[in-house]
């Protein structure tokens, strides 16, 4: 059985920095995509940051660019997104996603929540003013 579990959010202050950490097991993930999705309360979920594949292409929502930080340890079977600089409009639930198929080619690549199997439970990141 396939899991995804995210961890590391909580309440920051605008300017203040988070890491989030998601560990997957039942399979191993280094040849498919594993990315971070958030969802703001009232808002769709959205893709955030992610890679095709270990050692692959990191892709970031235009949002995030500059600010966050995609990294992968295949050896760990484990996704991180480092946060830094956050904003109030950063605040939503932090999801891991992963999917099943393997890695094509670097012609394509996923950001849309319907492309990707597995899923973990979130994790919160609320940022004060």
């Known amino acids: 059985q396939v899991q995804l579990v995210e961890s590391g959010g909580g309440l920051v202050q605008t300017g203040g920095s988070l890491r989030l950490s998601c560990v997957a097991s039942?399979?191993?993930?280094?040849?498919?995509?594993m990315v971070w999705f958030r969802q703001a309360p009232g808002k769709e979920r959205e893709f955030v940051s992610g890679?095709?594949?270990?050692?692959?292409?990191?892709y970031y929502a235009e949002s995030v660019k500059f600010r966050f930080t995609f990294s992968r340890d295949s050896a760990k079977n484990t996704v991180y997104l480092q946060m830094n600089s956050l904003k109030p409009e950063d605040t939503a639930v932090y999801y891991c996603?992963?999917?099943?198929?393997?890695?094509?080619?670097?012609?394509?690549?996923?950001?849309?929540?319907?492309?990707?199997?597995?899923w973990g439970q979130g994790t919160q990141v609320t940022v004060s003013s």
């Open positions: 996603a992963a999917r099943s198929n393997t890695f094509v080619s670097d012609r394509y690549y996923y950001t849309s929540v319907r492309e990707y199997d597995y």
């Open positions: 039942g399979r191993t993930f280094s040849n498919n995509a």
């Open positions: 890679t095709m594949r270990s050692g692959g292409t990191t």
